[in-house]
């Protein structure tokens, strides 16, 4: 029987990958991570501020989205809660209530007053609904003080 010789010299390829080296390296950037956080100091937000027109527009159109999404329309020449209107019959009662162009051939302007609690998306939903009936110089109302 003939003798087999070994191949090679009885060493073998590595297929592995060596993690010791990726995970050295993820330790150092965790702690370069955990070290630099509290260096970082949180940005304020610079919110932009609102401008004031010359003076308040005589007539104009108050929408108000309560706390529990209802809407409510109303001129804002007049006092008073406004009438409960739906979404669909929006646009209008808007219309109904801007009348004819003024002397400079503007509409009577629309602005929305919404709880703080209403969410962003019911706000939305009827700047969206005034949007799409083509009524134009909508704007939303704002609190003076910053809003605290």
């Given amino acids: 029987m003939p003798a087999i010789a070994p191949r090679g010299n009885g060493r073998r390829a590595i ?3 060596n993690m010791v080296p990726f995970i050295d390296v993820m330790l150092v950037l965790l702690i370069i991570f955990m070290v630099t956080a ?3 100091v949180p940005g304020q937000v610079e919110l932009p501020s609102v401008g004031q027109a010359a ?3 005589d007539r104009f159109v108050l929408v108000t989205v309560a706390r529990d999404g209802a809407l409510r329309v109303r001129d804002g020449a007049q006092g008073g809660e406004g009438e409960p209107v ?6 209008a009662r808007v219309r109904a209530l801007q009348g004819e162009p003024s002397a400079d051939g503007q509409p009577a302007p629309v602005i929305i007053s919404a709880d703080r609690r209403v969410t962003y998306e019911q706000v939305m939903q009827a700047m969206d609904a005034l949007q799409r009936a083509g009524i134009a110089r909508v704007g939303l109302a704002v609190r003076q003080d910053g809003g605290r």
């Fill in 15 to 17: 297929t592995e990958i």
């Fill in 38 to 40: 509290p260096l970082i």
């Fill in 55 to 57: 003076r308040q527009p």
């Fill in 86 to 91: 739906s979404l669909r019959e929006l646009p």
